[in-house]
């Protein structure tokens, strides 16, 4: 099975040029939505994610990253026997790059006529889940929540800079928690402010 990058992202900037590096690497890009369109209007090679687990985005795009073959890519942890094994029964490949940035709630609720109805569509729930998923498997999963971190690992996994793929997964995971931590905390804040 092919090695797999999922690109996921509100804030489009650097994307194309990722997505294009990680294609001429040998990865297979995995994307969905607005991202898909960005990176497939270049004529770069990009598979649907409902395409990818054989289930439609469905209520809306509130579910569509939120299944077995997306979590199970990320989770599975490599030379584990019984995650080979599984992963082998459900047809799974390895997502060994995860670049996702969230739906972007802060910016919404800033708007002066924002309604409750449109900040709770604006919570993202798949985003978080995979970036937690990602940075819970940094060992072998590079999660990237920030453009600035594209170049970086790319450059990092060819051997141009001196800092090793393993530490700057690492580092990221770091970020990637406290990148869900502050998002969380916004919606926790605007919410106790309007309606408690």
Do not use: C
């Not at 994307?15 to 969905?32: M, P």
């Not at 920030?146 to 700057?168: A, C, F, R, V, W």
């Amino acid at each position: 099975m092919a090695n797999y990058a999922l690109l996921s992202v509100s804030d489009k900037t650097g994307i194309v040029d990722f997505a294009r590096s990680l294609v001429d690497y040998g990865y297979t890009i995995i994307s969905s939505g607005g991202t898909h369109s960005v990176i497939a209007a270049e004529g770069i090679p990009v598979t649907k994610v409902s395409d990818y687990t054989g289930s439609p985005e469905i209520l809306n795009g509130r579910v569509k990253t939120l299944h077995p073959k997306i979590h199970g890519g990320i989770l599975a942890q490599r030379g584990n026997p019984v995650h080979d094994m599984d992963r082998n029964a459900n047809e799974i490949g390895l997502i060994d790059i995860v670049a996702v940035n969230l739906y972007p709630f802060a910016e919404t609720v800033a708007k002066p006529d924002v309604t409750l109805a449109d900040a709770i569509e604006n919570i993202d729930i798949g985003g978080p889940s995979m970036v937690r998923s990602a940075a819970k498997n940094y060992k072998d999963v590079a999660v990237m929540t920030n453009p600035h971190q594209y170049g970086i690992y790319m450059d990092s996994i060819k051997g141009n800079l001196s800092i090793k793929p393993e530490t700057l997964r690492e580092q990221f995971m770091v970020e990637a928690f406290r990148h869900t931590a502050e998002y969380d905390t916004t919606i926790n804040r605007w919410m106790e402010d309007r309606v408690l």
